[in-house]
C-alpha cells in the first residue's frame, strides 16, 4: 500500500518560514492536497493540487511537489498557528484508496 | 452556506452495529461525491468510504469492508454509513466530507463536525 511519511513535529519561531514534507514513492506523479486540523475541529483544506490555495487561505500558505517530497510552505509563522496539525493526502489509483499522512504538529517557539 | 451534520454515533459494544447519518445543504447534493472519514483518538483521519453520485461506485478502505456500508439518498440530501460488526479498533470521531468536484482526484473541501463512535465491552 502507498504510505505518506510527515515528520512528527516542526518549530520554527514566529515570524519565520516552516516547511512541512510529506514524503512518498514517486509523489511527484500524484495530487497531493494539504489539510489543517486544529484542537477539536474538523480538517481544513489549506492546498489542493500541490499548489493551489482554496478561497479563503491566506498567502501564507503554498505548496510544491516533486521527486519523492511534497512541502507545504509556511510564510511569517504566527502565534496563533501553534498546535495546528497538518496532514497531507493522496490517492492511491492501484488501490482506489484515499491516503493521509501520519500528521506534522507545527509548534511555534 | 455548506453545511454537514453527522449524527448517529454512541457506545456500543464490540460486534454491535451502527448507522451514521450526514445531512447535507446549502449545496446540490447530488452534484457531489461523498466520503467518510474517522479519526482515532490522537492520530490522523483515515479515509474510510467513498461514494459517487448515483452510488453506483463505492470504495471502501480493506479493514472495514464486509462489516461498513455506505449509501446515500439524494432525494434526502443524506449520506449514511452502515457499521455492522464493529470492533474496539473502529472507535473514533466519523466524519462525513464533500468531494470538491473539481476533476479527477479531488479534495474534500467540506467536512462536519464529526460524530463520535466509541465501540467498547
Redesign the interface.
Known sequence: SYVLTQTPSVSVAPGQTARLTCGGNNIGTKSVHWYQQRPGQAPLLVISYDTDRPSGIPERFSGSNSGNTATLTISRVEAGDEADYYYCQVWDSDRDHWVFGGGTKLTVL | EVRLVESGGGLVQPGGSLRLSCAASGFTFSYYEM?WVRQAPGK????VS?ISLSGSTI?Y??SVKGRFTVSRDNAKNSLYLQMDSLRVEDTAVY?CARD?G?G??????Y????TPVTVSS
Open positions: 466520503n490522523g483521519p483515515e479515509w467513498y470504495f478502505t480493506d466524519y470538491a473539481s479527477t482526484y479531488s479534495p474534500f473541501d467536512w462536519g463536525q464529526g
